[in-house]
């Protein structure tokens, strides 16, 4: 061998400055697995093993969803997602890019080890990954739910070095990579604060410092009681009356008639006999989710008590439109949809049923029972001839994503009616579940849409059903539906939490 040749001769370059890192990584895992950690001893090997196939973040998710809040249930579904996109990642690239094998577990001793070794590669951290995409797409959604993950997915992460199973590169390489997929998954799929809702109309309304001024009227049907009494801690001056369904329109008159702000909890039907009272008066409303379906006050950004406070003591408002039907019957307004055919008869049906048997199964009664009649619901006359039609909608306002249920309108000031047709024919529920795939397009032979000012339907049987924000009537003969822009002025937050 030639003398000229020295083989102690240090690398430079990449190479070197690798060989550095990686010489680094081990002194810190070595560090680590000799430092004691107190307390740890009967936590984190548990905790390790419980985010094994992301059961720990699946039950987080659950866990999140049963506080029954739009947030909460858009966190938890969006921190699944980053989850998933995480792991495929991770599974599909991270392992099979880099063949980096497991840590030599010596040094750290037997009490902390896993029963069960790892197989796979050690780099990226996988449980690291899976635990910051979590919590992260958990926090875009909800600051708050954010900040009650954060501390076990970060013991999670640690947990992966403690026990020996991981590097420290490879749990900071999969935290990376799980907070990349939960940003990915937001680029995919915007949160409700990243979606800019178009300029409405503001209103110059009181602001209302602890309340004082707004009587607010609460469905005791709709299981309001919690509601009302956060309600009642965050704005001590306002007045809060609870009534029996029954009582609902005299009461909301009566409130009108002594409030500065007419305030209403409870689900949309409870809220439409509230914006009929704060019209016959000139009152702005204030509206509280608390029923079932609450469509309007969530199009509205009001989503718990925090955020109708805010925009009561700070004065912010807004003014929308209200639809209108009149009939020979009489007339009435609607916050949210209009609807003959189906879904009226749906929900007559599942009222005669719920009592007996409950709501969830009585509404799939309901459906079979209605799906398999063999008649049209409706017939409207078109180029002279009398066509079938299975369902008539009418939105107060542009309905976004829209299926067979309402989605979400992000104008409640754009002064049109949003109308869909599912035309008649064999089948329905095909073409029911084909109109809500198509959504708002318009070249569909089962689904037809429009937006319009005003709409007239005529040659309606006596009997016929309509629906309008949930509750139901019969009609007959002529219906005129219109738009009432920008009469009503209702509380909104304007700043986003």
Not at 171 to 199: E, K, N
Not at 246 to 254: C, I, M, R, S, T
Request: charged share 20%; hydrophobic share 45%.
């Amino acid at each position: 061998m030639s003398p000229d040749v020295d083989l102690t001769a240090p690398r430079t370059g990449a190479h070197a400055t690798l060989t550095r890192l990686l010489a680094l990584d081990s002194r810190l895992f070595q560090a680590a697995a000799e430092r004691h950690w107190p307390g740890a001893g009967p936590v984190l090997p548990r905790l390790s093993r419980s985010a094994n196939h992301g059961v720990l973040w699946f039950a987080a998710a659950a866990a999140i969803a049963a506080s029954r809040t739009p947030r909460a249930r858009r966190a938890a579904a969006r921190g699944l997602a980053s989850l998933g996109l995480a792991s495929l990642t991770i599974n599909t690239l991270g392992k099979r890019s880099v063949r980096r094998p497991r840590p030599l577990l010596d040094p750290v001793p037997h009490v902390r080890r896993l029963r069960r070794q790892p197989i796979t590669t050690s780099f990226p951290s996988g449980h690291a990954a899976s635990a910051s995409a979590f919590a992260t797409g958990v926090a875009l959604e909800s600051g708050g739910w954010g900040a009650a993950v954060a501390p076990v997915a970060f013991s999670v992460a640690v947990s992966r070095v403690y026990t020996g199973v991981h590097f420290p590169s490879d749990v900071l390489a999969g935290a990376a990579l799980g907070a990349g997929a939960a940003f990915a998954v937001r680029g995919l799929v915007p949160t409700r604060a990243q979606i800019a809702a178009p300029a409405r109309p503001r209103a110059a309304v009181p602001a209302l410092p602890g309340g004082e001024g707004l009587v607010l009227v609460t469905n005791n049907a709709s299981g309001t009681a919690d509601r009302a009494r956060a309600l009642r801690d965050a704005l001590p001056r306002a007045e809060v009356v609870v009534c029996e369904p029954e009582d609902l329109p005299a009461e909301a008159e009566k409130a009108a008639r002594r409030a500065r702000v007419l305030g209403v909890c409870g689900g949309d039907g409870t809220v439409n006999t509230a914006a009929r009272a704060a019209l016959r008066h000139g009152l702005p409303l204030a509206v509280l989710p608390g029923g079932t379906l609450n469509h309007f006050a969530y199009d509205l950004g009001v989503e718990d008590v925090r955020d109708l406070a805010g925009a009561l003591e700070r004065g912010e408002g807004v003014r929308v439109d209200v639809g209108r039907f009149s009939s020979k019957r009489g007339q009435g307004v609607f916050l949210n949809t209009f609807s003959l055919g189906v879904y009226p008869e749906l929900v007559r049906e599942r009222e005669r049923w719920a009592d007996r048997i409950g709501g969830w199964p009585a509404g799939v009664l309901a459906a079979l029972r209605v799906l398999r009649a063999d008649r049209h619901p409706l017939e409207a006359e078109f180029q002279g001839r009398r066509r079938p039609l299975w369902l008539l909608f009418a939105g107060n306002g542009t309905y976004h994503r829209m299926g067979l249920a309402p989605g979400r309108r992000l104008d409640l000031a754009d002064g049109v009616l949003d109308v869909r047709v599912v035309h008649g024919g064999r089948r329905p529920a095909l073409r029911l579940l084909s109109a809500a795939l198509a959504g708002p397009l318009t070249r569909s032979p089962a689904h037809a849409a429009v937006q319009v000012g005003r709409l007239r339907l005529t040659g309606l049987a006596p009997g016929t059903l309509l629906a309008y924000d949930g509750e139901v009537t019969e009609v007959e003969g002529e219906v005129r539906l219109e738009k009432l822009p920008e009469a009503l002025t209702v509380y909104r937050p304007l700043r986003v939490r």
